[in-house]
């Protein structure tokens, strides 16, 4: 069984310009989550989404990330403009529906300078 | 405000000796714990989950408590070698698959 695919595994952008990442969750799983981690820390989760709708988004700085998964199968991430601060890896995650155990992609890992 | 502490932000330990690593929550009623090993440069990746109503669970050389009277959950590796070497996270979710929340992680190095 394939696992959760993200790309691309590493991208250097300029403070103020965007980005976006990409997400393939397990084939089936209806519950995708993206998280932030910044290094020496645990993720943070940004966004969960169940199908193509949102289920929590508190977390997520509206004025510069968003999000989509339009047919609820793959998701985008995109941050617009970037921060220094939001250097960090970007963990794209999925479950089944109402599952409890999270499957992790191997995360994008982004540098702003 | 929901919080998770692990026991501490790195841990050496012998090998052939157990690792101890532990979790704490406050402000918070999980029905599920999970543990998850990370490697560097790599995504976590599960390990073991507990139900509330369970005390211990076992996989391999793997043990984990769960005590919601303490809010604490207890990781154990025994007989520990240097492949165990990673940062260990615990998270934990509701009983919707809900608000799926992590802790710091605790770096575990096993020296030979």
């Known amino acids: 069984e394939a696992g959760v695919a993200q790309s691309p ?56 990330f968003s999000a989509e998964r339009l047919k609820g199968v793959d998701s985008t991430l995109k941050i617009q403009p970037a921060k220094l601060e939001d250097s960090a890896v970007y963990l794209c995650a999925s479950s089944s529906l109402n599952g409890n155990t999270i499957y992790f992609g191997e995360g994008s890992w982004l540098t702003v300078v | 405000s929901q919080k998770i502490e692990q026991n501490s932000e790195a841990l050496n330990i012998q090998e052939g000796k157990t690792a101890t690593l532990t979790c704490n929550y406050t402000n918070y009623s999980p029905a599920y714990l999970q543990w998850y090993r990370q490697d560097p440069g790599r995504g976590p990746v599960f390990l073991l989950l507990i139900r509330e109503n369970e005390k211990e669970k076992r996989k391999e050389r793997l043990k984990v408590t769960f005590d919601t009277t303490l809010k604490q959950s207890l990781f154990h590796i025994t007989a520990s070698q240097p492949a165990d070497s990673a940062t260990y996270l615990c998270g934990f979710t509701d009983n919707y698959g809900q608000n799926f929340v992590f802790g710091p992680g605790t770096r575990l190095s096993v020296l030979p």
Request: aromatic share 12%; proline share 5%.
């Open chain 1, 9 to 64: 595994r590493y991208k250097i952008i300029e403070k103020r310009q965007s980005v976006a990442f990409w997400c393939n969750p397990i084939s089936g799983h209806a519950t995708l989550y993206w998280y932030q981690q910044i290094l020496g820390q645990g993720p943070k989760l940004l966004i969960q989404f169940q199908n193509n709708g949102v289920v929590d988004d508190s977390q997520l700085p509206k004025d510069r």
